[in-house]
């Protein structure tokens, strides 16, 4: 069974720094690409930045990539996000996903629960 578990959401004042962490763990032959998605209340859940197994990444957009930054540690089967800058509209519930596969050619996406992140002075 594969789980894919966050940790370090909370409450951060405007202008803060604050660290997502994501660790999977179970049996599978090897993870692809891991992410971060967030859902702002009432909004759709949209992806933040993936990160591939070499390192590659992409983020939403550009101002994100300015404050955001994502890595990975493959060793540990480990995806984080750091965020600095952060401002009230980033307020959301953040995801954390992975591409693993538990059967050899096949990867599927499994998800985390979610972590809380408010940005409030």
């Known amino acids: 069974q594969v789980q894919v578990v966050e940790s370090g959401g909370g409450l951060v004042q405007p202008g803060g720094s604050l660290r997502l962490d994501c660790a999977a763990s179970g049996n599978f032959f090897a993870i692809g690409p891991m992410g971060w998605a967030r859902q702002a209340p009432g909004k759709q859940r949209e992806m933040v930045a993936t990160?591939?197994?070499?390192?590659?990444?992409?983020y939403l957009n550009n101002i994100m990539k300015d404050r955001f930054t994502i890595s990975r540690d493959n060793a540990k089967n480990t995806v984080h996000l750091q965020m600095n800058n952060v401002k009230p509209e980033d307020t959301a519930d953040f995801y954390c996903?992975?591409?693993?596969?538990?059967?050899?050619?096949?990867?599927?996406?499994?998800w985390g629960q979610g972590v809380q992140v408010t940005v409030s002075s």
């Open positions: 990160i591939d197994t070499r390192g590659t990444t992409s």
């Open positions: 996903y992975a591409q693993i596969s538990t059967q050899l050619g096949r990867f599927d996406a499994f």
